[in-house]
């Protein structure tokens, strides 16, 4: 459904399901997709999208009465299968696909907190925890196959709260040695973090580098053109 049908759906008793949030930093927005859930539901989190004049990124947010933090991995609405599926769209040349002049890169987030290092470090490990749980029950993973490669993707915009190094090792920190490495070349794994403010955004991304190419919106249709102009010039060759 389009997001304008998605609006006319709700009544007048629920939020409606995109909202605006200003970072404080200029071109740069987070787009909230609220969960209109009751209270008595056991998923009570929201999505965000984040927006700068050079990114777009999606977040999930606590919506919960016992949690002011804007933290916890939102389990219904997974924001990277979404961005993935734009990026999908514009390789293939569907003419729908979301695009403008104003957003090059669209950038999921899949947890948000304070800038501050208590609340980055709960919220990163929260979200370590959620992501690689799978591999928690598999005892002897790292004993059978080499470790899992990740690194750190850091950005930070108009904020004097936090360190690029403070954050960078606290969120190492979550990171199993057992079972972990860092690879800055090739990782399996890029833990994002976009510091805006005082909000702080982060993702866990499989093959960030390799087939994301950063979540550049631009990139990716200038070489899905390249791509087509060149299947039609060997078209033509063959004729």
Request: hydrophobic share 35%; aromatic share 8%; net charge neutral.
């Amino acid at each position: 459904a389009s997001a304008d049908q998605v609006l006319l759906q709700n009544d007048e008793t629920k939020r409606p399901p995109f909202e605006l949030y200003e970072t404080g930093c200029r071109g740069v927005v987070v787009l909230l997709l609220h969960n209109n859930k009751t209270a008595n539901d056991d998923d009570e989190t929201d999505a965000s999208v984040y927006v700068d004049n050079s990114a777009l990124s999606l977040a999930p947010v606590s919506t919960s009465k016992n949690d002011d933090r804007m933290t916890i991995p939102l389990k219904a609405f997974n924001p990277i299968s979404l961005v993935k599926r734009v990026m999908q769209d514009i390789t293939e040349g569907e003419q729908k696909a979301p695009r403008s002049r104003f957003v090059t890169r669209m950038i999921p987030i899949q947890t948000t907190c304070f800038a501050n290092m208590d609340e980055i470090s709960t919220a990163a490990k929260q979200l370590i925890d959620s992501r690689f749980r799978h591999k928690l029950h598999q005892v002897n993973d790292f004993l059978t196959k080499s470790k899992t490669s990740f690194e750190i993707l850091f950005k930070k915009r108009i904020c004097s709260n936090v360190t690029r190094e403070e954050c960078i090792n606290v969120v190492a920190g979550h990171f199993d040695e057992e079972r972990f490495k860092v690879d800055l070349t090739n990782p399996e794994y890029t833990f994002v973090m976009e510091v805006c403010k005082t909000l702080v955004c982060m993702s866990i991304v499989h093959n960030f580098k390799s087939s994301c190419h950063n979540f550049n919106l631009f990139q990716i249709s200038e070489k899905a053109k390249e791509n087509r102009r060149g299947k039609e010039d060997v078209r033509e060759e063959s004729a």
